[in-house]
């Protein structure tokens, strides 16, 4: 039953994801560099694409046993701008790699911790980030698909 879920879970999302802006979601991996984005192999921008994707989802309620934090808490890396309180979650821009949420995945020794952040002023108060297994687990599934 599991696996089906994860299926269902897999198949959704990769329908949803069609429409993210790869490019926008990996060039702060490349330290915003377009050169550097240029000279990496296609399929290994797919790849971190898939990444990107994988990290997020928007929800209205806390998943169980989640750490809340509040999207402004997130450091922007060199070159992004800070989250403000008020924003508004854009999943086709906002880059797992612009920010340092791989500190918020790897905080505890658990790798299955489930973060979210709140964003109030979004259409869905809660922007989760995958725990670092799952999110590796579903780009994996992603890429593989294409």
Wanted: overall charge negative.
């Amino acid at each position: 039953m599991k696996r089906v879920i994860v299926t269902l879970i897999l198949l959704t999302a990769c329908i949803g994801l069609k429409a993210q802006n790869c490019e926008a979601l990996i060039l702060p991996y490349f330290g915003n560099d377009q050169s550097k984005l240029a000279m990496c192999p296609a399929d290994k921008q797919e790849y971190y694409c898939a990444v990107a994707r994988a990290a997020f989802y928007e929800s209205d309620t806390i998943p169980t046993g989640a750490e809340v934090f509040n999207i402004e808490e997130v450091t922007p890396n060199p070159g992004m701008q800070p989250l403000s309180p008020d924003m508004v979650v854009d999943l086709n821009t906002l880059s797992y790699f612009g920010y340092n949420f791989i500190n918020y995945q790897v905080r505890h020794s658990n790798a299955e911790q489930i973060v979210c952040f709140a964003t109030p002023s979004s259409t869905h108060p809660y922007l989760v980030l995958r725990s670092y297994g799952d999110m590796m687990d579903m780009a994996n599934s992603i890429w593989s698909i294409k």
